[in-house]
């Protein structure tokens, strides 16, 4: 066993000194089975660490280091296993992470000035590492997949924590109805007309890019042009889908709605059952008279409720605009326990503007129809249901079993892949540079092996 150690570590020397001769601007930092993780490639991620707006902190590298060596352990289980990510969703991911660090620095000049490169040059080197951690948390979603806890063992969990149960301040539980001002077709027309506008101005010869950054109003693709990468038949509105599968490379579709606004679409690619394209958005605003409008009907539906010709829940199935809530009663979702959709709120996290209309509500009250504006900027009216409200207390299963059992099913996961990280470290021949010999993080992947044996 030794001497066939022994060949391996010559033969992955005989490698590094070949791979450093012929790309003497960089080095390896590990090598973990047969992939390598290069210098380059943490100082790339470390880059990304910075531009957050975070401090610089050497150490940061060793966690780094770290994430990709679990990278690398999953990656090279998925090859066995046949798990893939297609060069698309890779693509996809590039140009939202780019996208964000734009809208950062306020623009890509801005961001290439930083980078010291271009943008197309960066995305080039971040593609190979980024289809590595989806390739990654493909296979970590494999091998957690059907963990379950049962009730026995969420009480067997709760029992462990002893004297180190945790305390819950107030929650609440809230309904809410939401309405949204319906624009008339005469209301609609000069939305419709300011897209057509660009439309003919794209078809007189006008840059479709260049008009997509200086009039589109879709946040998440402005920036890039109006560019949406590739996608496929599933991640768009219905009208957006038809119009992309139906057009050629090269053509353009006339105006068009979505429920987003008014749009335009030109085709970029095809690409078996994905399209790539770009588009142009018009959001159509609200008007005076749409909000009056709307102000008359969630008083009618106030009224209703109040004097218990409908329940709330009802009120929300029929009326709300939210269709996240609307199918649940009207009930909100705590956006920190999506898995177990909890309708229980912790107070702090509540929307300020939410928080102010309940705190003075008794439970079981409803409040009037209040003006608000959404996080798209979009006005509308809202009612809201105070269901319940729960007080500061200490962790009981009666109270808090969702929270509890959340919290032991992630326990489990995390035992489940310390296991399984153990088992492919110790079978895994695993190199890391000097560089990093300080790195306490990175103590546990050479601990027991057989080059210390």
């Known amino acids: 066993m030794k001497r066939i150690f022994l060949v391996v570590t010559a033969l992955v020397s005989l490698f590094l000194n070949s791979y450093a001769q012929k790309n003497n601007i ?28 975070r ?10 280091l770290q994430q990709t060596l679990t ?39 801005r961001l290439e000035q930083f980078l010291n490169k271009s943008v197309l040059q960066y995305k080039d080197e971040m593609r190979p590492s980024v289809k590595d951690e989806l390739v990654a948390q493909k296979m970590q979603s494999k091998i957690t997949e059907h963990i379950n806890v049962t009730p026995l063992e969420v009480e067997k969990y709760f029992k462990s924590l002893g004297d180190s149960l945790p305390e819950f301040g107030t929650e609440v539980e809230i309904g809410e109805v939401i309405l949204n001002p319906q624009l008339t077709k005469a209301e609609k027309e000069r939305f419709h007309d300011k897209i057509e506008a660009l439309r003919l101005r794209i078809k007189g010869g006008e840059d ?43 053509e353009m579709s006339p105006v068009f709605e979505t429920e987003f606004g008014y749009h335009i679409l030109q085709v970029i690619e095809r690409r078996g059952e994905q399209v790539h394209a770009r588009h142009i958005l018009i959001v159509p605003k609200s008007t005076q008279g749409s909000l009056d409008r709307t102000k008359l009907h969630a008083d009618s539906i106030y009224n209703n409720v109040i004097a218990n010709k409908i329940s ?10 939210n269709k996240e809530t609307k199918y649940n009663g009207g009930m909100m979702l705590n956006a ?25 509500m008794k439970v079981g ?29 200490k962790a009981n299963l009666a109270q808090d079993f969702p929270k509890i ?27 890391i540079d000097e560089e990093f010999q300080d790195c306490n993080e990175l103590k546990i992947w050479t601990k027991n092996k057989s080059e210390t044996k």
């Open 208 to 250: 479709f890019g260049a008009l997509a950054k200086a009039y589109s109003e879709d946040p998440g693709s402005v920036s890039d042009g109006g560019d949406l990468g590739f996608f496929d038949r599933n991640q768009m509105a219905k009208e957006f889908t038809a119009w992309a599968f139906k057009l050629k490379a090269g």
């Open 26 to 53: 960089d080095k390896v930092a590990a090598v973990v089975g047969n992939n390598i993780i290069l210098l380059s490639d943490i100082n790339q991620q470390y880059t990304q660490y910075l531009y957050q707006g």
């Open 55 to 64: 401090p610089a902190d050497p150490n940061i590298k060793c966690m780094i």
């Open 365 to 393: 009250s409803v409040s009037k129809p209040q003006l608000f504006t959404a996080a798209d900027g979009k006005q509308g009216y809202r009612i809201l249901y105070l269901k319940s409200k729960i007080p500061p207390h």
């Open 405 to 431: 059992k959340a919290a032991a099913q992630s326990d489990k996961i995390n035992r489940t892949l310390s296991e399984w990280f153990e088992k492919r470290r110790e079978s895994t021949f695993i190199k």
């Open 71 to 109: 990278q690398k352990l999953l990656k090279q289980q998925a090859e066995i296993d046949s798990i893939m990510v297609d060069d698309s969703q890779a693509d996809d991911e590039v140009n939202r992470r780019m996208r964000s660090m734009m809208q950062r620095a306020g623009g890509q000049e």
């Open 336 to 360: 920190e326990d999506v898995q177990s959709r909890s309708t229980f709120i912790p107070i702090e996290k509540l929307d300020p503007a939410v928080f102010l209309v309940i705190d003075t």
């Open 312 to 321: 709330f829940a009802a009120a929300a199935n029929l009326y709300s605009d």
